[in-house]
């Protein structure tokens, strides 16, 4: 929203340097970390909304290719992981897992267009009628659209560790974007590669930024945690196994 100057930025000599904030209208309702089925199809039909929206439209923003994803990302990450860890031997052999698996995609049965990439619990408000209010588009750009579709799975797996819940829930999601706008057999197929292709997009970000936001957090020892007991988790919950095999 604009300020009485009809500026949308604000500049803020902070005491780390030069800031920038905006202001937002309200989304009424508040987070919920965990949520019913029934909320989660109607967020995958939010999503199968938006994304009969932006299909084929694109914008002037970032093209989320494999480089972008997971090939640029890694280089970030090993300014933080020590090369000869079992961390990093993980995060090579994945790297090369997902090369290979990205050269097989038959793409002309992917559907492209904006996409958010960021669509979680965390950027949703759900009201007391239940209605959900998407935002957060920090990092929206053009890709396949399924790749929204693959990190809502990829949170939801992160979250809800009661296996049986998490499948119906998952179940119950995807029904909800399928009766807006179906997934086709090659989206649906590389849903789990492309997730674990959105942990190294993640993890790249937070070390790209560590001088101005995750230096509170991110050290070598956080980032091991996180690689085994999420990164590899989630390989091992959807059979990718790419330290398997791979020279």
């Known amino acids: ?12 000599n902070a005491p780390e340097g030069l800031r920038y904030a905006v202001l937002f209208s309200n989304a009424e309702g508040e987070k919920q970390h965990n949520y019913t089925p029934d909320l989660h ?60 698996e990205f050269d097989q995609i038959d793409t002309s049965q992917l559907r492209n267009g904006a ?6 619990f965390d950027n949703m408000n759900i009201d007391k009628e239940n209605k959900i209010t998407l935002f957060d588009f920090d990092f929206c750009g053009n890709g396949w659209l399924c790749l929204d579709v693959a990190y809502y799975i990829l949170q939801l797996q992160n979250v809800e560790r009661d296996e049986t819940e998490c499948k119906l829930k998952t179940e119950s999601f995807l029904r909800g974007y399928n009766s807006i706008t179906p997934l086709s057999a090659e989206e649906q197929r590389i849903l789990p590669m492309l997730g674990l292709a959105m942990y190294f997009f993640y993890l790249g970000i937070q070390c790209s930024r560590f001088d101005n936001w995750s230096n509170v957090f991110l050290n070598e020892t956080y980032l091991k945690r996180y690689v085994m007991m999420v990164v590899k988790r989630y390989a091992d919950l959807n059979g990718l196994a790419p330290w398997e095999g791979i020279n």
């Open 41 to 100: 199809y109607a967020a995958g039909a939010i999503m199968g909304q938006m994304h009969k929206a932006t299909e084929n439209f694109a914008i002037d923003r970032v093209q989320y290719s494999a480089a972008k994803l997971f090939i640029e990302p890694f280089e970030e990450i090993k300014n933080f992981l020590p090369g000869d860890s079992a961390e990093m031997d993980f995060m090579k052999k994945a790297q090369q897992y997902l090369l290979t």
């Open 115 to 120: 996409v958010h990439m960021d669509i979680w």
């Open 1 to 12: 929203m604009p300020d009485k100057d009809g500026n949308l930025i604000q500049e803020l």
